[in-house]
C-alpha cells in the first residue's frame, strides 16, 4: 500500500492542507499530520525541551503541539504503520521564494522528510489573498504523481511554487533555481504603553536580484517554479578557495 | 573603526559568548547581541508576530527577547551604528555537524549575516560537559583574525568546531564538507499525570555515514574542521535530471 504524510506550517485546520489532501489521496493512503496552530516561520525547529502529544482529529487526520519538523519526525515513526513514500508540505499561502525558503516551515517539513529518505515536495501559492487552492491543488496532485514515476535527485526535495492564476493562464513548469531576497526597511518602530521603543519585524519592500532562470522570474512570467534544493550545504568551490588564501 | 557582532543561540548569559566575546574584542569593537534565554533548535527562526525590545545589560552587551536571527537583523539595523565587518556567533557547547547544521540557531545567525553580506563565523565546541571554552576562544580568535585577513567565499559562511582538546593535542585546521547524522531511536515515549501517551523527542544513538574528509572524520582524528556552507540551496544538476527525466 502507498502511504503519503501530509503536512503544512500553518496548522491542521488551515485551508491550504485539506486542499492539498483532497488532491493526493488518489495516490494513496493520505496521512495529515500537522502542527495545532500556525508555525510559520519557525524554520526547521525541532521541540526537545518537552513531550508532544497526538491527538486524532477525524479519520487520516491528525494533529500535534508542536512544530512541522516534530510532525514528521514523529509522524513517519509513530503514527504510520510504515515510512510514506511520498511527503507533501503546504500549500502554503503566500510564495516561499529566494533566501525566504531558510524561514520556511513549509519547506523545512520537506527537508525533514528528505533526511529520512523519503521523497518530499513542498508546495506554496504564489499569490496575494483571497487565495484559491483549487488550481495549485490539481497542480500538487500532478506533480505528486510525476515525483512518484519519474522519482528526485538523491538527497534532494522540491521547492514548488504555484502562480495564483486560472489554469489556463499557466504557461508551464519550469525547473529554476533559489534566487536572492533582500529586504529594506523590514523593521518598524513601535512603542510599548510604557513608552519604551520595540522593534516589529516585517513589511518592508521587497527588492530581488538572481535574475536569470531563478524561481522568482519563472513566477513573474506566469510559470509554475520547481527549484531542486539539496541537504549538502557544502561549497565545494569555497573549500578550495580557502585551502589556497588561507595563509595558516 | 572595526565593528563585530557577537550573538549566540543559548543566551546572553551562557560562558561560551562572553568566551567568544573576550577572544575577538581585540580585533575591533566587538558588541554581542544576543537572545535572553536559551533559543537552541529555533534554526532559522524570525519573530514576526509580536514587538521585540533590546535591553543594553553593560557596555557592549545587550540582549533581545527574540531568537538568534532577530538579533542579528535588530542587531546590525538597530543597535550597531555601521554593518558590522565581521559577525561571530557561538561558542556552542557541543557540535554542529552534519544534518545538525540545519536545526541549529549558532549556524543560522551566521546564515542570517551572510545574507546582509556579513562574512560569518558560526563556532562551537565539539566535546562533552564539563566544557572549556579557552583552547576554542583562542582558536576562535585566530580563525576570526584570518576571516577577516583573507576573506571568505563568496555567500559563503564558516561552520567551525573545535575539538574540546588541549592546545598541543590539536593537530591543525582541515577545510571539511558536511557529513550525514542520521539518529535512530530518538524518540521516547512518556506519559502524562492523566494517563495520555506523549513522545519526547532527543537522546537515541547517532548513526554517522559521509566518510572521508567530513566535518566528523576531521574532529574524531583531532583537527579544527572548517566546513563552508553557501547560501545557495539549489542542486543544480538536479535540475537536469528533472529535465530529462520528467515526461510533462
Redesign the interface.
Known sequence: MTYLLVTNDDGVYAPGIRALHDAVRHLGKAVIIAPERDKS????????N?????RKLEPDVYTLDGTP??CV??GM??VLPVKPDLLVSGINPGPNLG?D???SGTV?AA?EGT?YGIPSLAFSLAGEPPYDFETAAGVAWKLAS?AMQ????EN?LLNINIPQLKPEEIR??R????G?RIYKN??QE?Y?PWG???????GGTVHWSGGEETDDQALQEGFIS??????????????G???E????
Open positions: 516561520a519557525v524554520s526547521h525547529s525541532l521541540t526537545m518537552r513531550p508532544l502529544h497526538v519538523t516534530d519526525t514523529i515513526n509513530k533566501d525558503i531558510s524561514y523545512s527537508i533526511m510525476m519519474f522519482g528526485l535527485p534532494t508551464g513548469i525547473f529554476t533555481r533559489q536572492r523590514a523593521i513601535t510599548d519604551r521603543k520595540h522593534y516589529w519585524i516585517g520547481v527549484t531542486p534544493i539539496q541537504l549538502d550545504l557544502t561549497n565545494h568551490a569555497g573549500r578557495f580557502l585551502q588564501n588561507w595563509k595558516m
